[in-house]
Protein backbone atom coordinates (compact mmCIF):
# COMPACT_ATOMS: atom_id res chain seq x y z
CA UNK A 1 0.00 0.00 0.00
CA UNK A 2 2.79 2.33 1.00
CA UNK A 3 4.17 1.79 -2.38
CA UNK A 4 1.08 2.47 -4.47
CA UNK A 5 1.12 5.42 -2.34
CA UNK A 6 4.18 6.51 -3.03
CA UNK A 7 4.10 6.03 -6.90
CA UNK A 8 0.10 7.76 -6.95
CA UNK A 9 2.07 10.97 -5.07
CA UNK A 10 4.39 10.97 -7.84
CA UNK A 11 2.02 10.26 -10.76
CA UNK A 12 0.21 13.22 -9.38
CA UNK A 13 3.00 15.58 -9.29
CA UNK A 14 4.07 15.11 -12.31
CA UNK A 15 0.54 15.96 -13.76
CA UNK A 16 0.23 18.57 -11.22
CA UNK A 17 4.06 19.73 -12.90
CA UNK A 18 2.69 19.25 -16.60
CA UNK A 19 -0.31 21.38 -15.98
CA UNK A 20 1.95 24.19 -13.95
CA UNK A 21 4.00 24.44 -17.06
CA UNK A 22 1.19 24.28 -19.92
CA UNK A 23 -0.20 27.20 -18.09
CA UNK A 24 3.04 29.16 -18.24
CA UNK A 25 3.53 28.11 -22.14
CA UNK A 26 0.05 29.61 -22.65
CA UNK A 27 0.46 32.69 -20.47
CA UNK A 28 4.04 33.22 -22.68
CA UNK A 29 1.65 32.74 -26.12
CA UNK A 30 -1.34 35.13 -25.32
CA UNK A 31 1.08 37.41 -23.79
CA UNK A 32 2.81 37.51 -27.64
CA UNK A 33 0.03 37.70 -29.08
CA UNK A 34 -1.76 40.93 -26.96
CA UNK A 35 1.46 42.48 -27.29
CA UNK A 36 1.47 41.72 -31.34
CA UNK A 37 -2.44 42.84 -31.62
CA UNK A 38 -1.97 45.82 -29.42
CA UNK A 39 0.79 47.04 -30.88
CA UNK A 40 -0.62 47.73 -34.30
CA UNK A 41 -2.04 50.33 -35.94
CA UNK A 42 -5.11 48.47 -36.02
CA UNK A 43 -6.52 44.46 -36.46
CA UNK A 44 -8.70 44.23 -39.13
CA UNK A 45 -10.93 40.55 -39.65
CA UNK A 46 -13.24 39.36 -41.34
CA UNK A 47 -15.19 36.51 -40.66
CA UNK A 48 -17.76 33.84 -40.19
CA UNK A 49 -19.50 33.40 -37.23
CA UNK A 50 -21.42 29.79 -36.20
CA UNK A 51 -23.94 29.64 -33.55
CA UNK A 52 -24.84 25.92 -32.64
CA UNK A 53 -27.14 24.73 -29.90
CA UNK A 54 -26.17 20.91 -28.72
CA UNK A 55 -29.84 20.98 -27.35
CA UNK A 56 -31.69 21.62 -30.02
CA UNK A 57 -29.45 20.66 -32.95
CA UNK A 58 -29.83 23.85 -34.79
CA UNK A 59 -26.61 25.79 -36.11
CA UNK A 60 -27.02 29.59 -37.31
CA UNK A 61 -23.88 31.21 -39.53
CA UNK A 62 -23.21 34.87 -40.72
CA UNK A 63 -20.44 36.49 -42.39
CA UNK A 64 -19.01 39.93 -40.68
CA UNK A 65 -16.12 42.11 -40.52
CA UNK A 66 -14.33 44.20 -38.40
CA UNK A 67 -11.18 47.00 -37.79
CA UNK A 68 -10.39 47.30 -34.42
CA UNK A 69 -8.16 50.38 -33.40
CA UNK A 70 -6.80 50.97 -29.35
CA UNK A 71 -10.50 51.33 -28.10
CA UNK A 72 -12.56 52.91 -31.41
CA UNK A 73 -13.89 49.98 -34.10
CA UNK A 74 -16.19 49.17 -36.56
CA UNK A 75 -18.40 46.38 -37.09
CA UNK A 76 -20.21 45.28 -40.31
CA UNK A 77 -22.98 42.09 -40.25
CA UNK A 78 -25.30 41.68 -42.49
CA UNK A 79 -27.86 43.57 -40.07
CA UNK A 80 -26.20 45.63 -38.18
CA UNK A 81 -23.51 47.89 -38.81
CA UNK A 82 -21.67 49.74 -35.11
CA UNK A 83 -18.99 52.32 -35.42
CA UNK A 84 -17.63 53.40 -31.73
CA UNK A 85 -14.81 56.25 -31.59
CA UNK A 86 -13.86 55.35 -28.15
CA UNK A 87 -17.23 57.89 -26.65
CA UNK A 88 -20.24 57.47 -28.89
CA UNK A 89 -21.48 54.31 -30.31
CA UNK A 90 -23.54 54.58 -33.34
CA UNK A 91 -26.08 51.39 -34.50
CA UNK A 92 -27.17 51.17 -37.61
CA UNK A 93 -30.06 48.48 -38.59
CA UNK A 94 -30.78 48.91 -42.59
CA UNK A 95 -33.73 46.86 -42.20
CA UNK A 96 -35.46 49.77 -39.60
CA UNK A 97 -33.70 52.57 -41.00
CA UNK A 98 -32.96 53.78 -37.59
CA UNK A 99 -29.69 54.82 -36.42
CA UNK A 100 -29.22 54.42 -32.32
CA UNK A 101 -26.69 56.57 -30.60
CA UNK A 102 -25.50 55.91 -27.28
CA UNK A 103 -22.86 57.21 -24.78
CA UNK A 104 -20.11 54.44 -23.68
CA UNK A 105 -19.35 53.78 -19.96
CA UNK A 106 -16.08 54.15 -18.51
CA UNK A 107 -16.29 52.10 -15.88
CA UNK A 108 -17.76 49.10 -18.21
CA UNK A 109 -14.36 47.25 -19.62
CA UNK A 110 -16.73 44.95 -21.92
CA UNK A 111 -16.10 44.35 -25.56
CA UNK A 112 -18.68 47.28 -26.32
CA UNK A 113 -17.34 50.04 -24.08
CA UNK A 114 -13.45 48.89 -24.25
CA UNK A 115 -12.97 46.77 -27.24
CA UNK A 116 -8.68 46.63 -26.87
CA UNK A 117 -10.41 44.35 -23.67
CA UNK A 118 -10.66 41.28 -25.73
CA UNK A 119 -6.69 40.87 -25.96
CA UNK A 120 -5.97 41.22 -22.16
CA UNK A 121 -9.27 39.20 -21.17
CA UNK A 122 -6.86 35.98 -20.09
CA UNK A 123 -5.19 37.98 -17.66
CA UNK A 124 -8.01 38.38 -15.01
CA UNK A 125 -10.19 36.19 -13.70
CA UNK A 126 -8.84 33.05 -15.90
CA UNK A 127 -6.93 30.19 -15.98
CA UNK A 128 -5.11 29.10 -19.07
CA UNK A 129 -3.54 26.09 -20.46
CA UNK A 130 -1.80 25.11 -23.92
CA UNK A 131 -3.55 22.13 -25.00
CA UNK A 132 -1.71 21.32 -28.02
CA UNK A 133 0.84 22.66 -30.13
CA UNK A 134 0.42 22.02 -33.76
CA UNK A 135 3.23 23.19 -36.93
CA UNK A 136 1.64 26.08 -37.28
CA UNK A 137 -0.66 27.27 -34.53
CA UNK A 138 -1.30 26.81 -30.82
CA UNK A 139 -4.55 25.89 -29.32
CA UNK A 140 -4.94 27.49 -25.74
CA UNK A 141 -7.99 26.86 -23.58
CA UNK A 142 -8.85 29.77 -20.93
CA UNK A 143 -11.41 28.35 -18.16
CA UNK A 144 -13.25 31.15 -16.14
CA UNK A 145 -11.98 30.91 -12.54
CA UNK A 146 -15.58 31.59 -11.58
CA UNK A 147 -17.28 28.40 -10.92
CA UNK A 148 -21.00 29.75 -11.46
CA UNK A 149 -20.00 31.70 -14.83
CA UNK A 150 -22.44 30.83 -17.80
CA UNK A 151 -19.09 30.04 -19.58
CA UNK A 152 -17.62 26.48 -19.70
CA UNK A 153 -14.67 27.38 -21.97
CA UNK A 154 -12.87 29.91 -24.34
CA UNK A 155 -10.63 28.09 -26.87
CA UNK A 156 -8.62 29.92 -29.20
CA UNK A 157 -6.19 29.12 -31.79
CA UNK A 158 -3.03 30.97 -32.65
CA UNK A 159 -0.62 31.20 -35.39
CA UNK A 160 2.14 30.79 -34.93
CA UNK A 161 4.10 33.19 -37.54
CA UNK A 162 2.02 35.80 -37.33
CA UNK A 163 0.56 35.40 -33.67
CA UNK A 164 -2.51 35.97 -35.71
CA UNK A 165 -6.02 34.47 -34.19
CA UNK A 166 -7.21 31.56 -36.47
CA UNK A 167 -10.65 30.71 -34.57
CA UNK A 168 -11.85 31.75 -31.12
CA UNK A 169 -14.88 29.43 -29.39
CA UNK A 170 -17.37 30.11 -26.45
CA UNK A 171 -18.67 26.93 -24.80
CA UNK A 172 -21.32 27.64 -22.67
CA UNK A 173 -23.36 25.83 -20.06
CA UNK A 174 -26.65 25.72 -21.56
CA UNK A 175 -25.16 24.14 -24.89
CA UNK A 176 -24.47 27.16 -26.89
CA UNK A 177 -21.31 27.60 -28.55
CA UNK A 178 -20.34 30.62 -30.74
CA UNK A 179 -17.09 29.62 -32.88
CA UNK A 180 -15.40 32.60 -34.61
CA UNK A 181 -13.20 31.56 -37.75
CA UNK A 182 -10.87 34.19 -39.13
CA UNK A 183 -10.97 34.21 -42.83
CA UNK A 184 -8.50 37.62 -42.92
CA UNK A 185 -6.35 38.50 -40.42
CA UNK A 186 -4.49 42.34 -41.33
CA UNK A 187 -2.26 44.38 -38.43
CA UNK A 188 -1.01 46.93 -41.34
CA UNK A 189 -4.24 48.80 -42.02
CA UNK A 190 -3.93 53.13 -40.66
CA UNK A 191 -7.53 53.96 -40.50
CA UNK A 192 -8.95 57.28 -40.23
CA UNK A 193 -10.26 58.37 -37.08
CA UNK A 194 -13.60 59.22 -39.29
CA UNK A 195 -13.69 55.48 -40.07
CA UNK A 196 -15.09 55.02 -36.38
CA UNK A 197 -17.94 57.82 -36.64
CA UNK A 198 -21.53 57.74 -38.30
CA UNK A 199 -21.53 59.58 -41.43
CA UNK A 200 -25.25 61.03 -41.58
CA UNK A 201 -24.87 62.83 -44.87
CA UNK A 202 -24.54 58.87 -46.45
CA UNK A 203 -27.48 57.35 -44.78
CA UNK A 204 -30.58 59.48 -45.66
CA UNK A 205 -34.28 58.83 -44.23
CA UNK A 206 -32.86 57.30 -41.29
CA UNK A 207 -34.75 57.76 -38.15
CA UNK A 208 -32.36 58.83 -35.50
CA UNK A 209 -32.74 57.23 -31.47
CA UNK A 210 -30.60 59.61 -29.19
CA UNK A 211 -30.16 58.19 -25.75
CA UNK A 212 -27.04 59.76 -24.70
Request: hydrophobic share 35%.
Amino acid sequence: MRVFILIFSVFLLQILNAFGQSEQEAIKILDKFSATALGAPSVSMSFHLVTTDQIENTNDTLTGSIILSKDKYKLDLPDNITWFNGETSWSYLPAEKEVTITKADRKDNSFQNRPSAIFSLYKNGYKSRLIEERSDSYIIDLYPEDIKSDLLRVRLSIGKSQMDIKSLEYKKRDGIVITLYVREYNLKVKPDPGLFVYQPEKFKGIEVIDMR
